[in-house]
């Protein structure tokens, strides 16, 4: 079941850089908006602290910071 | 839709060209948040012993983001919490059949500071950070390094990430010699993560992200009453986000899946989902849902047993059982042209019925929360 | 100190620089500088030039694309912004249309004359990369005109600056940047010139900081069968727009005050108010009954 999931996951990825266009340095006002930025200013590493103390399935945000006393 | 300001659009325009052109942030960001977090209290009847009074939170949060001469850029995080609050020590089997928590009496429990420095350097089309953290508390105190660059590529359209982390944790339980507790242990962590932004059209953009992480030394719960974990863990996770703007709704989908998995037998998927809707040029209201859900760890016990060897992996901790939760939040922000505010209040609650493979038995100790939070960002 | 004044012709208009300074050489050296710094522009842009990257891209119209370099691509990308915030009116493939309206010509076109150079205008119809532009199209032409003169201006004042020179001003054809305000700390006064009164001015501005830039359709215009028409030519039609009779902005930057003014000048007299009322940035507008409107500057004679 974990492989299909990741094949699949994989397959959409490599599907939607298919579908790219190219995007002209005029065009990208609408990417550059704060609602279509991946990441939140403060909300990260709030949420994440928030979550990772309660869940088994910590981190892997990438975002690097020191841990809290929640084993 | 509101039209965006032509002086606006052209003056970020002209900022590539080479005469203005700078390759680092120009701006001074300041952002300060204060969250309130109060967890609801565990059902009478499922506390045996001890308080049932879950866990209050106060987090203040600051950060300063600021241009240093022409190509590098420093960070600063702080962050300052108080905690109040009992906690579950263990899970017995009560008289009625079902699992009863016996709770610690309540005390008020600790304050936490984290502060983190980060340096970066920018490039024509990279950039390379570094980061030094450190969080202390009463019992608990964590030191961790971390290297990360960014590439674009493809006239800027696609970015590459990657990073690697280190940290070093060290518990020194309170009251150890007393509840005969562990009284000082280690914890090591390494991590690395790739990651993979692409610009899909002129209205949307996707993520891709992997994250492998090691942790080594002592992995277990120092306050529960019995609690034994394997002394590794390995850990990767899978993450996936979309972004698309609807220019007829001057609104901004975001759809984000993460699939996580390790070698104590968890696995869990998370999805989280927001519509971001601007009314007019200042205002947005994002109302979001998250859904999480998890199987139970291989050594997870709906009850603690006493009676089993010490040598043998146990915890009845309900972070390791099988449940689901859900979140609903909405977020309300204002801006301006140099500074924005903002409120966001969430609802959690969670179940194990809620989870693609529930524990047997629901966890008395699976909570719900309330949080508000209050934000402002300067720039200048 | 004192201010030191720098005249020179370039870029078919008359230029100024006012530099002040303790020591004179150190305001000849930036003179200097910034002369050949315009006239490495002019060079570089200029359609009149046959060596000039505008000319070799033209000239290559309908064959084969032509390398440029960043700073070229920076300049097509600004452009290309220009054009999606003027809905299509500001486009720097219009200047064929030129052929068509201009003092020389004695008669109004035909629709077939029209349509034959409407054929070849349209930015959307150019192919750029990172480092190639193509005009597909045989005669397509490239006209920087309306954008480098006014880039120019902010880069000499960025260059004085790095060099020392903390007051002054740049004055390329009524394009002005502020280095810094008058060395007594007070703000430059500056002339808008009267539209129909080639001498006088019509308003003052009093500027210490940014740069103010004034386009006008009175400057150049031609007539036929006794009515006037107006050198700026409307892309999508052909035609002449019947616009303010000048315009002027002042913005941080020469170029984006630039463009603001061009575009304001292509659109009709109402739409051009309301286009320069929607920037929210202080400007001045005449229009075709010599009325005045906004908030920048003293109006001394209208």
């Known amino acids: 079941m974990k492989v299909k999931l990741v094949t699949s996951l994989c397959v959409v990825c490599l599907l939607s850089l298919a579908a790219c266009e190219t995007v002209q340095p005029w065009e990208r006002g609408t990417l550059a908006k704060p609602e279509m930025q991946l990441s939140e200013g403060l909300d990260s590493p709030l949420y994440h602290q928030v979550y990772d103390s309660k869940e088994a399935s910590s981190g892997g945000s990438g975002a690097a910071g020191a841990g809290c006393g929640c084993n | ?380 | ?302």
């Not at chain 2, 608990?140 to 800027?156: D, F, L, P, T």
């Not at chain 3, 032409?141 to 260059?159: H, I, P, R, S, T």
């Not at chain 3, 430059?188 to 009267?194: A, N, P, V």
């Not at chain 3, 019947?242 to 002042?250: C, I, K, P, T, Y």
Request: proline letters at 4%.
């Open chain 2, 1 to 380: 839709m509101a039209k965006p300001n032509p002086f606006l659009a052209l003056s970020t325009a002209a900022m590539a060209l080479p005469a203005f052109a700078a390759p680092q942030p120009v701006e001074t960001i300041v952002a300060i948040k204060a969250t309130t977090y109060q967890e609801e209290d565990v059902p009478q009847r499922d506390v045996l012993a001890g308080s049932d009074e879950r866990y209050k939170i106060d987090i203040a949060q600051f950060r300063l983001l600021t241009p240093v001469g022409e190509k590098w850029s420093l960070g600063v995080d702080v962050a300052y919490e108080t905690m109040s609050g009992a906690s579950p020590w263990g899970t017995i089997m009560g008289a009625d059949g079902e699992a009863s928590l016996i709770m610690s009496g309540a005390t008020i429990r600790d304050k936490r500071t984290e502060v983190s420095l980060t340096a970066t350097h920018h490039g024509e089309s990279r950039s390379i950070s570094v980061d030094l953290a450190s969080s202390d508390e009463d019992d608990y105190e964590a030191r961790a390094v971390s290297i990360s660059g960014e590439w674009e590529m493809n006239n800027k359209l696609s970015t590459l990430s990657l990073g690697m982390s280190y940290s070093s944790d060290d518990i020194e339980p309170t009251d150890a010699l007393r509840f005969g507790r562990v009284q000082r242990e280690e914890k090591i962590s390494r991590s690395l993560s790739a990651g993979w932004a692409q610009v899909l059209n002129k209205n949307s953009v996707v993520h891709v992200g992997l994250d492998v992480t090691d942790h080594d030394g002592y992995l277990s719960d120092p306050y529960k009453l019995r609690d034994v974990r394997p002394d590794e863990k390995l850990e990767w996770a899978l993450s996936l986000k979309y972004r698309r703007y609807f220019d007829n709704q001057n609104a901004a989908l975001h759809l984000d899946y993460r699939y996580y998995n390790d070698d104590w037998g968890i696995n869990s998927h998370t999805f989280h989902t927001g519509w971001h809707q601007n009314f007019g040029d200042n205002v947005r209201v994002v109302p979001n849902v998250r859904y999480y859900s998890q199987n139970e760890a291989d050594f997870y016990r709906g009850t603690d047993d006493f009676g089993l060897a010490t040598t043998i992996n146990q915890s009845s901790d309900f972070r390791l059982s099988g449940y689901g939760a859900y979140t609903l939040g909405v977020k309300l922000i204002y801006s301006a042209l140099q500074w924005d505010v903002s409120l966001s209040i969430d609802r959690y609650i969670s179940d194990k019925s809620y989870g693609h493979d529930a524990s047997d038995q629901s966890h008395p100790a699976l909570l719900s929360f309330n949080m508000t939070s209050f934000g402002l960002n300067f720039r200048f």
């Open chain 3, 1 to 302: 100190m004192e201010t030191y004044q720098f005249n020179f012709q370039a870029m078919g208009c008359p230029c100024e620089l006012r530099l002040a300074a303790t020591d004179r050489s150190l305001a000849n050296e930036v003179a200097v500088i910034c002369t050949s710094e315009t006239q490495r522009f002019e060079s570089k842009y200029s359609r009149y030039l046959t060596d000039s990257v505008t000319s070799r891209v033209n000239n290559a119209s309908g064959l084969h694309p032509v390398t440029i370099d960043p700073e070229v691509a920076a300049i097509l990308d600004y452009s290309g912004v220009c054009y999606v915030q003027s809905e299509g009116l500001f486009d720097i493939t219009s200047g064929v249309l030129r052929q068509l309206w201009n003092k020389n010509m004695r008669r109004l076109p035909t629709d077939s004359e029209l349509e034959f150079y409407l054929d070849k205008v349209g930015w959307k119809k150019i192919e750029i990369s990172a480092n190639e532009v193509f005009l597909p199209i045989k005669g397509m032409q490239l006209d920087f005109g309306g954008v480098v003169k006014e880039y120019v201006a902010d880069v000499l004042a960025a260059k004085a600056r790095s060099m020392g020179i903390e007051h002054g001003l740049i004055n390329l054809g009524g394009d002005i940047c502020i280095i810094g305000p008058q060395p007594d700390g007070t703000p430059w006064s500056i002339g808008i010139t009267h539209p129909t009164e080639g001498n006088s001015a019509i308003a003052v501005i009093e500027l210490s900081e940014g740069a103010v830039t004034t386009s006008g359709g009175y400057e150049r215009y031609f007539d036929i069968d006794g009515l006037r028409y107006s050198h700026l030519i409307n892309p999508e039609t052909g035609w002449p727009v019947e616009g303010l009779l000048s315009a002027s902005v002042a913005a941080p930057t020469s170029i984006v005050a630039g463009s603001l003014t061009s575009i304001a000048l292509l659109k009709t007299p109402e739409d051009g108010l309301l286009f320069l009322e929607e920037c929210a940035t202080p400007y001045f507008a005449v229009d075709q009954q010599l009325g005045c409107h906004g908030n920048l500057g003293e109006v001394c004679h209208a």
